[in-house]
């Protein structure tokens, strides 16, 4: 089941939606939510939870209280959850995360490189990302990491840099998403505010596309090379044994699991091939017009 413990991230990323949540904290109790959780489990038989909070892992003392809870009732339950690697320091809330049943996270990471994570207003260091990691795959907790191509400053030094950061981590699954600059964010603001007009067709404004559906402006990179650099960053990431086995071995052996992640797979060796052939035309598109 999916089910959502608080609203809103007082984080304050120069890209990131949330401000449709506000950025206040705004959380159930861990006793309400908790009884959410065991009203699920008795009336239903839910076992697995997908906790759908911007930051779960925002409020350490929260998150500890709540494992307290599901283990005092004895709740048998797995969960996954969305966190921040500054908020996931601390190996004892790990272990209680993953003794009430936190088996995944999915990590906000963004970006491989310092001075553009600075630029984004992560709050975050590449060195929390790390340690983070480290404690959640020494704990047994599988982590999901996303990360971005396009920010505001990047150039094709520091989205190389952002990939192969990304597989020092060595995430089960990581996604490299194309910035999308939503209305309403620092990023909109700065860059696409003469966007904000009713001749502006939104369609495609969406974190998972097939395009892109802006010329870029607070990158050197063009669309080519976006779309060129995402279909790298996931064939770099993926077409390698060691990560092939690393993702089989994320689905536990269970026969729908394995056969998502394989539909999955073909799936983004499909897209990336898309984006790779976009490139090459959106290239010799600019150099036509040039």
Known sequence: ATILSSRGCPSKCTFCGNIVQARRFRPHSPEYFVGELEFLVKQYNIRHFHIVDDC??????????????????????????????????????IKKMKKAGCIYVLLGIETGNQEINNIMRKGTTLEMAKRCCELLSKNNIKYLNSFMIGND???????IETIEFARSLKSVITFFNILIPFPGTFIFKKYFSDYNNPATNWNNWCAVGDDIPYEPRQTVLSKSDILRLTSY?????????????????FTGGNPRIFYSCLKGGIGLAR?????????????????SLG
């Open 153 to 159: 400053g990047d150039t094709e030094q520091t989205v």
């Open 271 to 287: 897209q990336t091939v898309s984006w790779f052939i976009k490139s090459i035309r959106y290239r010799r598109e600019g150099e």
């Open 233 to 249: 960053a996931y064939k770099r990431y993926y077409f390698n044994p060691k990560q092939i086995l690393r993702t089989i071995s």
């Open 56 to 93: 779960f892992s925002y409020d350490l003392s929260r998150v500890e209280k709540i494992c307290d809870l599901i283990l005092s009732k004895q709740l048998d339950i797995t969960w996954f959850a969305f966190g921040r690697v500054d908020t996931l320091q601390d190996e004892r809330i």
